[in-house]
């Protein structure tokens, strides 16, 4: 594989699973594109900073209920989607656990957009993704291992991500370590204009809507459904980047599931950090 492949896929593959894994996608910059790793950037899940005053009264206290809630839950299943403009659409299912820093397995699939096309040429249209406190690990197709000396898996350490296109990779590791539901709600919390739209039902299932704008100029919305027992089980976050809108859309059930996720072979892992400096070499 030329230098330029392997550079476009690793870095196509750190920003889908980073997408999939985040519960929280606050647009802070533009997406990564894999054919200019030095002038991308990541969407980060940390609260976006503003001046506005955090809500207060019945609103916010509802809120943070269902941010403690959420968070003593530990684990939960989910669905989601996530289309990133032109650039990417992907699908991922699985289950993560945030006791002990981010745990769990996805399966996440390409469904569109012109990094899926990169992925599609290379043997990759699915993969897994394993997420473990310091690092997530991804698994490649068997034409793609072939590339990499037969190694299936690229091991994604978040401290090295960033690094990645000269530090426009800021925030890739706050993002990992704060990828859980009740990271939305407290995005939802630093909103203004925070309202309960009313209850609807979500895969058959009653629950609360509420509703906020944050983020400033970027004017990025924040959606969240809330069950009787002050659960997610619904959240969509939208807001712009220079590509396009990103929007992203999680599923949640099955709360306190168990989540497991063993590391992968060393012997059958390549690392990212390696590959590019080879490929730099």
Known sequence: MRGTAIRRAVVAVAVAVTLAGATACTSSGEPADPAKPSSSAAP????????????TGPSADALRAVERATAR?????????TVMGGELSLEATGALGWRDGLTGTLMITYTGGTTAETMRRLG???MEAR??????????????????GGRHWI?????????????AGAGFADQMRNTTPHQAVKLL???????????EKIRGRRATHWSGTVGGATAQTVDIWVDDRNLLVKKVER????TGELTQTAYYDDYGVTV??????????????????????
């Open 189 to 199: 919390l630093t909103a203004e204009d925070v309202r309960r739209v009313g209850d």
């Open 155 to 167: 091991k994604y350490v978040y401290a090295d991500l960033e690094d990645l296109g000269g530090g």
């Open 260 to 281: 497991s996720a063993a590391r992968p072979p060393a012997a059958d892992t390549a690392d990212f950090k390696e590959l590019l400096a080879a490929q730099d070499g």
């Open 124 to 126: 990759t249209t699915a």
């Open 44 to 55: 980060s899940s940390a609260p976006a900073s503003s001046d506005a005053p955090a809500p």
């Open 73 to 81: 839950a530990g684990s939960a299943r989910v669905d989601s989607t």
């Open 239 to 242: 807001g712009r980047t220079k």
């Open 131 to 148: 997420y473990l406190a310091d690092a997530y690990y991804a698994r490649m197709g068997e034409e793609f291992a072939k590339r990499l």
